[in-house]
């Protein structure tokens, strides 16, 4: 188990650029989800995947958002035309899940931290 | 909808003094419950769970009991170590997603 890992650690960018973050969870998990997190804030769910159908998308990802998971391995967000306000920190978890209900912790990789500039 | 409230930091305390960090929140149905902590310049870690009423979640000395009654989950530790100094985030997954609090700051000095 080698855990969740985000790649790039740390991401600089002009505004109006694209940016794209990989993420590779844990290799038996079914779920992964992605998370941003601001300076003194708790982490804000974007998205989330079961194997490789996105389930559920937060309002607070815009249409310039794009995630996807294509063999249900791992996960690529994408952000088009980016702004100041999507500086941050972009956390990606897995878990494993067999029920609508499931009480299984989510295992977090160290994030990407994005800076707009 | 589900949310989570937590007691505003930073908490400051002396080395082996006692720590309760107030955590709350509102769901539908019966949530699991996490405390995560977040250590200077490292990722989440899942410090603790309860998944029903009345369990105890326990870890490291840090212990949290999922309480219906008064829709609670507090962190508390009995003697806290200068290594203890972290952020800690209290959180409730109800059908798939984890829902988290603002963090609670903790402070150990010597």
């Known amino acids: 188990d080698t855990g969740v890992s985000q790649n790039p650690r740390h991401k600089i960018t002009k505004r109006g650029q694209n940016v794209t973050f990989r993420c590779d969870p844990i290799s038996e998990h079914n779920r992964l989800y992605w998370y941003r997190q601001t300076l003194g804030q708790g982490p804000e769910f974007l998205t989330y995947?079961?194997?490789?159908?996105?389930?559920?998308k937060s309002r607070l990802l815009s249409d310039r958002f794009s995630a996807e998971r294509p063999k249900g391995s791992f996960s690529t967000l994408e952000i088009q035309r980016t702004e100041q306000g999507d500086s941050a920190m972009y956390l990606c978890?897995?878990?494993?899940?067999?029920?609508?209900?499931?009480?299984?912790?989510?295992?977090f990789g160290n994030g990407t931290r994005l800076t707009v500039t | 909808g589900n949310s989570v409230t937590q007691m505003e930091g930073p908490v400051t305390l002396s080395e082996e003094a006692f720590l309760t960090i107030n955590c709350t929140y509102t769901?539908?149905?019966?949530?699991?419950l996490f405390w995560y902590v977040q250590y200077p310049g490292e990722g989440l870690q899942l410090l603790l769970k309860?998944?029903?009423?009345?369990d105890k979640g326990s870890n490291k000395g840090f212990e949290a009991t999922y309480r219906k009654e008064t829709t609670s989950f507090h962190l508390e530790k009995g003697s806290v170590q200068v290594s203890d100094s972290a952020v800690y985030f209290c959180a409730l997954k109800g059908a798939d997603k984890l829902i988290f609090g603002t963090g609670t700051r903790l402070q150990v000095f010597p």
């Open positions: 978890a897995s878990s494993f899940g067999e029920q609508t209900r499931s009480s299984s912790p989510l295992h």
């Open positions: 769901a539908t149905g019966y949530p699991s």
């Open positions: 995947f079961q194997n490789e159908a996105q389930l559920e």
């Open positions: 309860a998944t029903k009423a009345d």
